[in-house]
Nanobody
Framework: QVQLVESGGGLVQAGGSLRLSCTAS????????MGWFRQAPGKEREFVAA????????YYADSGQGRFTISKAYTENTTSLQMNNLNPDDTAVYYC??????????????????WGQGTQVTVSS
């Protein structure tokens, strides 16, 4: 059974930082691209960042450009999202996802086959 487990969420003041991690288990994730999405109350799930299987390409939504960094640790089957200079608009449940499109960047949630359960990020003003 495939599992993606997120961790690292929490409560932080505006201007602070958090590092989210997503650990994959249950099958080899070789060839899978990884993405981070978020969903705030009353809003649709939105793309945050993505990284190709090789780690050679990354892409960010405008909202996180310059503040967020996505990375992979292959030996640990872990994908991380470093978030700096957080603001209240970043408050949401953050989800990691894996997609077999591997070598390309895809921002649509429908392209990702596996999802984690989500981790809450709350930024206070």
């Amino acid at each position: 059974q495939v599992q993606l487990v997120e961790s690292g969420g929490g409560l932080v003041q505006a201007g602070g930082s958090l590092r989210l991690s997503c650990t994959a288990s249950g099958r080899p994730f070789s060839g899978y691209a990884m993405g981070w999405f978020r969903q705030a109350p009353g809003k649709e799930r939105e793309f945050v960042a993505a990284i190709t299987w090789s780690g050679g390409s990354t892409y960010y939504a405008d909202s996180g450009q310059g503040r967020f960094t996505i990375s992979k640790a292959y030996t640990e089957n872990t994908t991380s999202l470093q978030m700096n200079n957080l603001n209240p608009d970043d408050t949401a449940v953050y989800y990691c996802a894996a997609g077999a499109h591997g070598i390309v960047i895809v921002t649509s949630p429908s392209a990702y086959e596996y999802w984690g359960q989500g981790t809450q990020v709350t930024v206070s003003s």
